[in-house]
Every structure is written in structure tokens, then in C-alpha cells.
């Protein structure tokens, strides 16, 4: 069964967004593995609390600017 975890910062994305990306990832995997992946394929969009995580040392937290608008 193909698997993906994607981790993205909390309220970043839309519904629609994240609903997109669990549509066009498992349209990647049937490009890789045949359509007989589909049925089996899972997408899993983790959102991080801000504060949870960090680059370079720096604690991020999510602009308000970068927040989805649903």
C-alpha cells in the first residue's frame, strides 16, 4: 500500500487545498504503481500546532497572513 504523511502548519490550508493534495498525490502514485494502487493508496495531511516545530534553530509559528480563509 503506498503511504504518504505530510505535515503542514496548523490552519495553512483549506479543506479544499488539503482535499486537492490527497487527490493529486494518490494521482501520483497510480502514475507509479497502476491504477490497481487506488484503491489502497493513503494520504495522510498532519497539521503541526504553531510552536511545534523549527528550522534553523528558530521555533515557527504561522503568520496570520499564511492562515487559510475557508
Not at 505535515?7 to 495553512?12: F, G, I, L, R, S
Given at each position: 500500500m503506498p503511504f504518504a504523511n505530510i505535515?503542514?502548519?496548523?490552519?495553512?490550508l483549506t479543506r479544499a487545498q488539503k482535499d486537492e493534495i490527497v487527490h493529486r498525490v494518490t494521482?501520483?502514485?497510480?502514475?507509479?504503481?497502476?491504477?490497481a494502487a487506488r484503491p489502497h493508496a493513503m494520504v495522510l495531511i498532519e497539521e503541526v500546532k504553531d510552536g511545534g516545530y523549527g528550522r534553523a534553530d528558530e521555533v515557527f509559528t504561522v503568520p496570520e497572513a499564511w492562515r487559510a480563509k475557508d
Open positions: 505535515k503542514v502548519p496548523e490552519a495553512a494521482a501520483m502514485f497510480v502514475d507509479y504503481f497502476t491504477e
